[in-house]
């Protein structure tokens, strides 16, 4: 019977001391470490939890790790696959109120916990030979961490598991308490999981990619007056709805326009959005687009409707966030945890989005702190200690 993921941890703390002070291999200083291989589980729903597995995955590469990201959804049988990619989307853009529904009764009714629970194991079979040789196994997707943190329940896998939250908000899926360790990008985070859960949280910063933090605002302000046509003067207010194009986007773009500044409406994969919007006087809808990082370090303001990727991005550069028509389900609760924690207000109507876009071009950027920015070396420290390990 392996260790418990209380003991593993425990092991693996020891051995990232041991390889701070010896150099890692817990014998000579002076002979390079063992970089530890980590795979990291994500899910293709949307672009987020994907975004932050590259990047993750980006920067443990850079430190010497070998590094595989898995999609989850390939290790599911193909009903369940389409109950979370197809079915999610089409819920998300015809029946909004039934994904809101089912997010409430899995994190309050047991019964619908014990059949998600069940879900997320039918992809176990799949999961297991393709991490069981890692060093250190991440999830950045929710039903990844109730499938991996299910594994080391019932001792099947024996290398420890890290999960990343990808959202302010917490839920029921987002944990388990065989995993090893969970870590998030906020203190707020941390706080709020481990008050409704009672599992303890690591903030160690975002995870997003560096070009939202090292983008200069001259320049990218330059590129939006080139590119969009837009004068040296003009306000501008991102709204972005992440990669599917959800949202409530007339109201927000009529909101903007009164608060005076030009909504540029990120349209993500939704082209029939794309083509209804471009005939919008005084706003600009886009595609998909390769230039986010300029896009968000040339805004006045960001817009967002879900509190994920997008919204983190946006705090990293620097560039003051507003929540507005959040979406339902993980929308609604990512928008409550920033509100309460004070990092992004919550419009809930037309005139208070107008009024908080205005006090918003008053409000002087701040980026998040690069000091905060410790998940990377942080996982590569127990990915090299397990390697040790082994």
């Known amino acids: 019977m392996g260790a418990s993921p209380a003991q593993a941890l425990t092991a693996v703390h020891e051995l990232t001391a041991v390889h701070e002070r010896t150099g890692g291999n817990g014998q000579l200083a002076h002979e390079p470490a063992k970089r530890g291989?980590?795979?990291?589980?994500?899910?293709?729903?949307?672009?987020?939890?994907?975004?932050?597995a590259?990047?993750?995955?980006?920067?443990?590469?850079?430190?010497?790790?070998p590094v595989t990201v898995l999609d989850l959804l390939d290790g599911f049988p193909l009903?369940?696959?389409?109950?979370l990619s197809s079915a999610y989307v089409f819920t998300m853009r015809v029946a909004p109120w039934l994904y809101e529904l089912t997010c409430w009764l899995v994190e309050h009714s047991r019964s619908f916990q014990r059949i998600a629970d069940r879900i997320c194991g039918t992809a176990t079979a799949w999961l297991l030979p393709a991490v069981n040789d890692a060093d250190l196994v991440v999830a950045t997707y929710p039903p990844a961490s109730r499938a991996l943190g299910r594994l080391r329940q019932s001792c099947r896998l024996t290398v420890p598991v890290v999960t990343y939250l990808t959202d302010p908000a917490p839920n029921y899926l987002w944990v388990h308490p065989d995993v090893d360790l969970h870590l998030t990008a906020s203190r707020a985070?941390?706080?709020?999981?481990?008050?409704?859960y009672g599992i303890p949280v690591e903030p160690v910063g975002p995870l997003v990619s560096r070009a939202f933090r090292v983008t200069d605002r001259e320049a990218a302000r330059?590129?939006?007056?080139?590119?969009?046509?837009?004068?040296?003067d003009t306000r501008i207010a991102l709204v972005v709805l992440g990669s599917l194009g959800v949202g409530n986007v007339r109201e927000a773009i009529t909101a903007l326009k009164a608060?005076?500044?030009?909504?540029?409406?990120l349209c993500g994969q939704n082209r029939k959005l794309l083509r209804s919007l471009r005939d919008v006087r005084g706003a600009l809808a886009l595609g998909w687009r390769d230039d986010v990082p300029s896009l968000v370090a040339g805004a006045d303001l960001v817009v967002h409707n879900a509190g994920g990727l997008s919204l983190t991005e946006s705090l990293v550069a620097g560039v003051p966030a507003i929540t507005f028509a959040s979406i339902p389900g993980h929308g609604r609760a990512n928008a409550r945890s920033l509100e309460r924690s004070g990092t992004a207000p919550w419009a809930r109507s037309a005139p208070e989005l107008t009024a908080l876009a205005r006090a918003a071009m008053r409000t002087p950027m701040r980026r998040w702190p690069v000091a905060e920015e410790t998940a990377a070396q942080r996982i590569s420290d127990l990915a090299t200690a397990g390697a040790s390990e082994r």
């Not at 990047?55 to 790790?65: D, F, Y």
């Not at 009903?79 to 109950?83: Q, T």
């Open 54 to 65: 590259n990047e993750l995955a980006h920067r443990l590469r850079e430190r010497g790790h």
């Open 37 to 52: 291989r980590v795979v990291i589980v994500s899910g293709s729903v949307g672009a987020g939890h994907d975004g932050v």
């Open 189 to 196: 985070t941390a706080a709020e999981t481990e008050a409704t």
């Open 79 to 83: 009903a369940v696959r389409i109950l």
């Open 222 to 232: 330059a590129h939006l007056e080139r590119s969009l046509g837009i004068s040296p």
């Open 259 to 265: 608060a005076g500044m030009l909504p540029v409406v």
